[in-house]
Every structure is written in C-alpha cells, then in structure tokens.
C-alpha cells in the first residue's frame, strides 16, 4: 500500500543576518583597549626617561629629590661650586632643610646626631640653625683669602680658617651651630650625641666624636693651628 505523507514540505532555514552595528562592536571594544594600553606603554616610558635623567644629575635636586630621599654626603665634583652650591648657608637654615648643599652635603652621621641634637633642643625652647656646613674648595679658599683681607697675613686668618686641603668643612665633617643660645645648649649636652667643640676660639664648631657618648669630649685646642691635621 502506498504511503502518502500528508505533513507539510521542511523549508531550509537560513541564518538570521546579524545587523552590521553589531558586528562593528567588537571590532570598536578592540581599537579602544588597543589605544588604552598605547598610552599606558608612552606614559611609562615617559617616566622611566625622567627617572634615568634625574638619576644622572646626582646630588640634590636630582634623583635623590625626585624619589624622595636626601641626597646625603658631599656629592664628588663639587670643588668648583660657588654661592649656595658650593656651601654659602642661607640665614635660618635647618639642620632638617636637605635641600640646601651646606646641609646635605654632610656626612650622614654628623648630620644624624646634629638633627637628634637639635630636636631635643627644640624640644627646650632652643633654636638651632646651622651657619655653616659642607664647602666646596673653592668656597672655603674664598673665605681663607677674606680672613687673610680681614687680619691681615695668613698666619693670622689660619687662626680662624682652614685651607681646602685640610678643613674638615670640605669633607662634611664639621657643622658651625647659632644662634648662641644653641651653641651654649651644644656646649653642655653635645656630647650626649657624640658632638664636641674642637677649638676654644670656636664655640660654634662642632665635629663627631662618637667616643664622647661614653667618655665624654677630649680637650679643646686653642684654635686651629694647634690641631695636627692643619698641619699635615
């Protein structure tokens, strides 16, 4: 017997054409992650190149500053500086004020125990500010030959300054303090921080003396041409 199918023709399903602004969108999300990550490539870029130029510039002001750290020890080929880079301390300056060359130019424990010093000073109605920290050469030979103006021979301003070749200003190792309330308070709790008055004509000089901690300071000289280092 023959078999009539009686249900009705399949018809070929086609696909539902996708609508062309949907097919755009992912080709859109691509371009904008694309453009995202192009200027996160140039932003970084741009401040690896301002770090590299700062860490090649040395002492303050550069990478020390840029990264937020003190820029600490007199910073080689400085001899030559002049005026506030080469040592010149403008009036009211910080032991804490690191970007100023006369203070950041001293050794780091010098300048550790002169800022302990000088918080417990504060912390007894002291001001203490710094008149003088680390020179250039060329600074400190400009001062030798203004004492040597001012007493009239060399032997005479050798009483009060250094030469460059001896005078531990040039190698960060000694800080003159002010006002003189501060040198009075330095005078009588200096050493407690290792801190010590060298010349008796000098009540504002002060050098690390760590030992002094424990055995307090050793004898004062009666001003620099009795010191043996002036005299190498």
Do not use: K
């Amino acid at each position: 017997m023959r078999n009539l199918d009686t249900s009705p023709p399949t018809l070929p399903v086609h696909p539902r054409p996708v609508p062309a602004r949907q097919r755009r969108r992912p080709a859109v999300v691509l371009a904008v992650v694309a453009g995202a990550v192009a200027f996160s490539l140039v932003v970084l870029l741009a401040v690896a190149v301002a770090v590299s130029r700062a860490a090649t510039t040395g002492g303050p002001g550069g990478a020390g500053r840029l990264l937020g750290t003190a820029a600490v020890g007199a910073a080689p080929g400085r001899d030559d500086a002049t005026g506030e880079a080469g040592g010149v301390v403008p009036p009211g300056t910080s032991p804490f004020d690191e970007d100023v060359p006369a203070v950041s130019g001293l050794d780091p424990r010098l300048l550790d125990a002169v800022r302990r010093a000088t918080a417990d000073a504060t912390a007894d109605g002291v001001v203490v500010v710094v008149n003088g920290g680390w020179r250039s050469s060329a600074y400190q030979e400009q001062l030798l030959d203004d004492a040597v103006e001012q007493y009239g021979s060399r032997t005479e301003a050798a009483r009060w300054v250094a030469t460059p070749e001896t005078s531990a200003h040039v190698q960060g190792d000694a800080v003159d303090v002010g006002s003189w309330d501060a040198t009075s308070w330095f005078s009588e709790h200096g050493a407690a921080y290792g801190l010590c008055q060298i010349y008796e004509n000098e009540s504002w000089h002060y050098e690390l003396r760590p030992e002094a901690v424990e055995q307090g300071c050793p004898p004062m000289f009666r001003d620099p041409t009795d010191d043996p280092r002036m005299n190498p």
